[in-house]
């Protein structure tokens, strides 16, 4: 498999309770490189346009509260196989159903507030890259 992208958000739950480094001790250790990383305030158009492919879903609109109630911080990752690598390491999106040592298992509050973003496939993490980043605040 070769070297791949992905990307990732630490979401507000995760960034309100001074979880970063630890979400991010979770990330090295499996074998992955933060390659880009800033701490923004997302505005809720850019919420909005992230999550578009849920906007008919019921729980929309309280997701876009969620992702725009603190700052996130936004990343690349990249390793083997990073995309599938990276979605394993998060764990289950119900926290409840998470694997033993996966972030969500570890930190997440609920299935809304999840500490963690992760792109699902190479066509959208090319895409949610590009949204946040500029190529020159990529150094792999
Ligand atoms: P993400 O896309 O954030 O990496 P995911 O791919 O595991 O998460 P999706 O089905 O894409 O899960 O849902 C996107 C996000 O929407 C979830 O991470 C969670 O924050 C929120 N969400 C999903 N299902 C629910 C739900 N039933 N109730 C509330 N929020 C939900
Ligand atoms: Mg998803």
């Known amino acids: 498999m070769a070297l791949q992208r992905t990307f990732s958000i630490i979401k507000p739950d995760a960034t309100e309770r ?3 480094g630890a979400v991010n001790a979770k990330i090295e250790e499996a074998g992955l ?3 880009a ?3 923004i305030q997302m505005t809720r158009g850019q919420a909005e346009t992230f999550y578009a492919v849920h906007k008919e879903r019921p729980f929309f609109g309280e997701l876009v509260d969620f992702m725009i109630s603190a700052p996130v911080v936004v990343q ?3 390793g083997e196989d990073a995309i599938v690598k990276y979605r394993d390491v998060m764990g289950a999106t119900n926290p409840e159903q998470a694997a033993e040592g996966t972030i969500r298992k570890a930190f997440a509050k609920s299935i809304g507030e999840n500490s963690v973003h ?3 496939a190479a066509e959208t993490a090319a895409l949610e890259i590009a949204q946040f980043f ?7």
Do not use: A, F, P
Request: glycine share 14%; net charge neutral.
């Open 76 to 78: 690349v990752l990249e």
């Open 18 to 20: 001074n979880l970063t």
């Open 33 to 35: 490189r933060i390659i």
């Open 134 to 140: 500029s190529g020159n605040e990529i150094v792999g």
């Open 37 to 39: 990383q800033k701490r």
């Open 118 to 120: 992760g792109s699902d």
